[in-house]
């Protein structure tokens, strides 16, 4: 028996390669297939099985073309319809792959269809159990994705995935394995580590979830404070339902070198170009207007959360042999219409000698010296702004920052920083496209600014 986890930092995803006597089994995969497949093919091994825990809200499953490409049959758990072929597996269903063989526990809370799968090895023994967003590690996934059009409510999403974890998980050994489908850093829950597995004993321990809570205690615990999700996962969730293109026709689409001109062309038709480079590139010199996510942050749930038209055409602008990654990381999050790439990249433009725009800017030790009375914007979470903030800095979280334009002045100059100095400079340069004209960054964030000495405030200690 193999094993694999591969995770995905970009995402906090984790994927799952499970292989016994020859036969593979892929449980909730990514949308490009060829990782898997090359995979079982270094392995000698056949792909019988492709495993989805529920209809992922937070990135595009690559189910649909897996199974095209290796024949291998999709299953999901009771209750899931889907607009393509799949195995709808019964509660307890089991599933042999070589030697072991895979058990269907479903377990309905964070999804209607939301199901475990439960490994059992070579002698019938639990081995290990595949939990999707049902259990993370320290935690367990958000109530209130799947409650619009239906009946149930965050609540009752709560109220069952309660009775799931008692009744399906918990009396599992504590030697088993919790393999689940996120880390630290998604959306789907509120406080999971950055521990990627553990022990089932160690979670019914130290997992607030698995404690001596009430039902009642439970649902209030999970339905407090949850922040709203990405305006993309509703999107992404009917893509993996419903269906998508073919990762393959979107490379033979979106691989496409554009010239200075015809990308000026198409910026003007409403075309938007985004800008993958570092932030500090991006601040030296960039496309007027162009939009700024760098591919060395969390470029894709960024770009999930703030574009808010899936079909939205986008030109690339990438360092040099990094577009096609871009393109992909796009695709996992349902973004397929990428149109092209500018062919050299930043320097073309500027050698072609188009206009180019800078990011206005301070370091934190000029921000300290000068002591400015301009109002500061700052784009971190709430979490994080309640914790520790600048005197009168107005919250202006970025995540939500386009439902919340009409709290910022056009005419008004603003200081604007984050963490590091990642997230302000998306937020720039989204709010210069918009014709914000007065808007400074401070370098290096919060972290630079209190190594500097700036005063700040704590409402958490008060």
């Not at 709560?158 to 974890?165: F, G, M, P, R, V």
């Not at 800078?358 to 400015?372: D, L, R």
């Not at 004209?437 to 190594?451: N, P, R, S």
Request: charged share 25%; aromatic share 8%.
């Amino acid at each position: 028996m193999y094993i694999e986890q591969l995770y995905t930092g970009c995402l906090a995803e984790a994927a799952y390669y499970i292989e016994s006597n020859g036969e593979a089994a892929i449980i909730d995969p990514l949308r490009e297939t060829e990782p898997y497949i090359k995979l079982a093919e270094e392995r000698g091994a056949k792909i019988k099985y492709i495993f989805e825990t529920h209809f992922h809200a937070d990135f595009v499953s690559g189910h649909i073309d897996l199974s095209e490409k290796t024949g291998a049959p999709i299953v999901f758990g009771p209750t899931a319809e889907t607009d393509f072929e799949i195995i709808q597996a019964k509660d307890g269903q089991e599933f042999t792959l070589g030697n072991v063989r895979l058990r269907l526990l479903h377990t309905p809370g964070h999804t209607p269809e939301s199901s475990c799968y439960l490994l059992l090895d070579e002698h019938g023994k639990e081995h290990s159990i595949y939990t999707g967003d049902t259990l993370f590690i320290g935690d367990v996934g958000r109530p209130d994705l799947a409650q619009k059009g239906g009946d149930m409510t965050a609540e009752d999403m709560a109220a069952t995935l309660y009775d799931s974890l008692r009744e399906k998980i918990m009396p599992l050994p504590d030697h088993i394995i919790v393999y689940p489908a996120h880390g630290a850093g998604s959306a789907c829950g509120k406080n999971m580590s950055s521990e990627t597995s553990a022990l089932l004993g160690d979670q019914k321990q130290t997992n607030y979830a698995l404690g001596d809570l009430t039902k009642e205690e439970f649902v209030k615990e999970l339905t407090t404070g949850i922040l709203p999700p990405p305006q993309y996962f509703s999107k992404a969730a009917a893509q993996n339902k419903k269906g998508y293109k073919s990762i393959d026709e979107v490379y033979e689409a979106s691989l496409n070198a554009m010239d200075v001109a015809e990308v000026e062309r198409a910026q003007a038709n409403g075309t938007l170009v985004l800008d993958t480079r570092r932030e500090g590139e991006y601040s030296e010199g960039h496309i007027p207007n162009a939009w700024y996510i760098g591919l060395h942050g969390q470029f894709a749930p960024w770009a999930g959360a703030l574009i808010e038209d899936m079909h939205q055409p986008m030109i690339i602008v990438a360092e040099a042999g990094k577009e096609q990654e871009a393109i992909m990381r796009l695709a996992r999050v349902g973004y397929d219409n990428v149109v092209g790439h500018l062919e050299g990249g930043f320097e073309a433009w500027k050698a072609a000698g188009r206009a180019v725009r800078s990011v206005p800017s301070i370091t934190p030790e000029e921000y300290v010296a000068s002591k400015p009375s301009t109002q500061v914007l700052d784009v971190r979470k709430p979490s994080e702004y309640d914790n520790c903030h600048l005197p009168d800095a107005q919250l202006f979280t970025l995540d939500w920052m386009l439902n919340h334009m009409d709290e910022v002045e056009k005419n008004t100059p603003y200081l604007i920083h984050c963490k590091g100095g990642y997230r302000s400079v998306i937020a720039w340069s989204i709010l210069a496209s918009k014709g914000f004209e007065h808007i400074t960054d401070i370098k290096k964030g919060f972290d630079g600014l209190k190594a500097a000495g700036a005063e700040y405030v704590q409402p958490s200690m008060a």
